[in-house]
């Protein structure tokens, strides 16, 4: 996989706090930021599917049991 940089601007007391809180974890600053934002878009894509879901189950609340989909799909 190959990489690229991003450079991200911040205060002096925002570098500071993302370096100490990833130090608590044992992670470099570049390894917390990336997953955290990886995190944080993988958040929303859930949402999305979430809110997909929810809107078909609304047009059509009908349920299975476990026995009628293990049935059906196995």
Do not use: C, H
């Not at 993302?18 to 990336?34: C, N, W």
């Not at 859930?46 to 299975?64: G, M």
């Amino acid at each position: 996989m190959s990489t690229t940089t991003i450079t991200l601007r911040l205060a002096d007391a925002e570098k500071q706090l993302l370096a100490d809180y990833a130090q608590t974890f044992g992670m470099s600053i570049s390894e917390f930021v990336r997953s955290s934002a990886l995190a944080r878009v993988e958040d929303e894509l859930d949402l999305v599917a979430w809110d997909e879901a929810k809107r078909e189950f609304d047009k059509n609340p009908k349920t299975l049991t476990a026995e009628e989909v293990a049935s059906k799909y196995l």
